[in-house]
């Protein structure tokens, strides 16, 4: 993705790991072979591997920068953290943090981290090891947790995924010592950070996910975290990941977002669509679909 400018706002995306991941049948439960077929014009070879059929994802942070603030949103999966439910994503040593310094920011300089939900993939460089301890990566920032969220994970409920009931960890590594820290602020759902971003509640994926919208000279971006995993939930809503933490409620919110932002102008971030990533819902007969924009 190039560098997305919304008047004197920019959106930079920073990639963590990108290429083909889970099969569809697996990561969507609910999705039929031939229902996937009938969208292929579109989807391949851009959202699907050809050969394999598998689902092309990407982990990534947003990086936005204002005349005064800049801010991270989501922070991937990080490095050096044991995640024994997904050992791809285990003791991981990316140069993350020396690419956004390739894009002109120091760890010093972000005012504000910024997390969708408290998932292990969303959370991960809220914290670096140091000298045998987690320490906040972003000593200058104040972290925005959602209130449910983090008291969801708090409470140490089990959230129902066979082997992500802890979440992996990431709770304890990457939420905690930010807490423990006093650099964490919890904030409601609907929470504005200035007048040009404003959280959204869309619960469901996790119980207190939430969108970040961004309204900057006259054009409107929303990150929408994991409200949907891969572009084929465009054209198919109800169909959820088998990861969300409440099917009923996901369904819904991510129904009403994309009837909501269907055939509008407002540019859609996910978390986890590959390059370029940025795009639109476009209404396509009966049903909708995800047109990537290159910046
Ligand atoms: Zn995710």
Not at 8 to 27: I, K, N, Q, S, Y
Request: hydrophobic share 40%.
């Amino acid at each position: 993705m190039k560098t997305l400018h919304f008047g004197d706002v920019t959106v930079d995306r920073l990639v963590e790991a990108e290429g083909p991941g889970f099969h569809p049948g697996f990561f969507l439960p609910e999705a039929e072979d031939a229902a996937i077929a009938a969208q292929h014009d579109w989807l391949l070879p851009h959202f699907l591997h050809a050969d394999s059929g598998r689902m092309i994802q990407s982990v990534h942070a947003y990086v936005i920068r204002t005349p005064r603030h800049t801010i991270l949103v989501d922070t991937c999966i990080g490095n050096d953290k044991e995640r024994p439910s997904t050992p791809p994503w285990s003791g991981l040593s990316t140069p993350w943090l020396d690419d956004l310094g390739a894009l002109g920011v120091a760890p010093e300089d972000v005012d504000f981290v910024m997390c969708t939900h408290l998932h292990v993939d969303h959370v991960g460089w809220n914290t670096r090891l140091l000298d045998g301890r987690w320490v906040p990566t972003f000593p200058n920032a104040k972290y925005l947790f959602e209130k449910t969220e983090y008291a969801h994970w708090a409470a140490g409920e089990e959230d129902g995924i066979q082997g992500l009931g802890s979440n992996d960890g990431c709770f304890e590594d990457s939420v905690l010592p930010v807490m423990a820290a006093g650099q964490a602020i919890l904030v409601d759902g609907d929470h504005a950070l200035d007048d040009q971003m404003w959280l959204e509640p869309t619960p469901g994926h996790s119980p207190g996910h939430v969108c970040m919208n961004l309204s900057a000279a006259g054009q409107r971006a929303v990150f929408s975290g994991d409200l949907m995993h891969h572009a084929v939930q465009v054209a198919h809503p109800e169909w959820n990941s088998r990861f969300c933490w409440n099917g009923e409620m996901s369904r819904a919110s991510r129904e009403k977002f994309v009837h909501d932002k269907a055939d509008t102008d407002t540019l859609i971030l996910t978390a986890h669509f590959p390059s370029p990533t940025a795009g639109r819902i476009v209404g396509n007969g009966e049903r909708c679909k995800f047109v990537p924009v290159e910046g």
